[in-house]
C-alpha cells in the first residue's frame, strides 16, 4: 500500500498574532489548500512563530514557496517568512 503523497510547505518567521485563518487566506492566492496550522506552544497556547499550509496539488505548493518566501505576512513590515 503507497502511502499518500502530501504537499505540504512549512511557514517560519511568523508574527505571534497570525492564526489559522490569516495563515490560509495569505497562502491561497496559490490553489486549493486542503489544511493550516499554527503551531502553539503545548503550556502557553502562544503561537510558537511557525506552521504548515497543506496544498491539494504539487504546483500549488511550489508557486507558494516561490511566491510568499521573504514576503511580508499580515502587514508585518518587520517580519519577513520563511517558505519552504
Do not use: P
Not at 492564526?19 to 490553489?31: I, N, P, R, T, V
Not at 510568499?68 to 520563511?82: A, F, I, P, R, T
Amino acid at each position: 500500500m503507497a502511502a499518500e503523497v502530501e504537499y505540504r510547505c512549512f511557514v517560519g518567521g511568523l508574527a505571534w498574532a497570525t492564526d489559522d485563518h490569516a495563515l490560509e487566506k495569505a497562502f491561497s492566492q496559490f490553489g486549493e489548500i486542503l489544511e493550516s496550522k499554527i503551531i502553539n506552544d503545548r503550556e502557553t497556547g502562544r503561537s510558537r512563530g511557525f506552521g504548515f499550509v497543506t496544498f491539494k496539488d504539487e504546483q500549488s505548493m511550489r508557486d507558494a514557496i516561490e511566491g510568499m518566501n521573504g514576503q511580508d505576512l499580515d502587514d508585518m513590515k518587520e517580519k519577513e517568512v520563511s517558505v519552504n
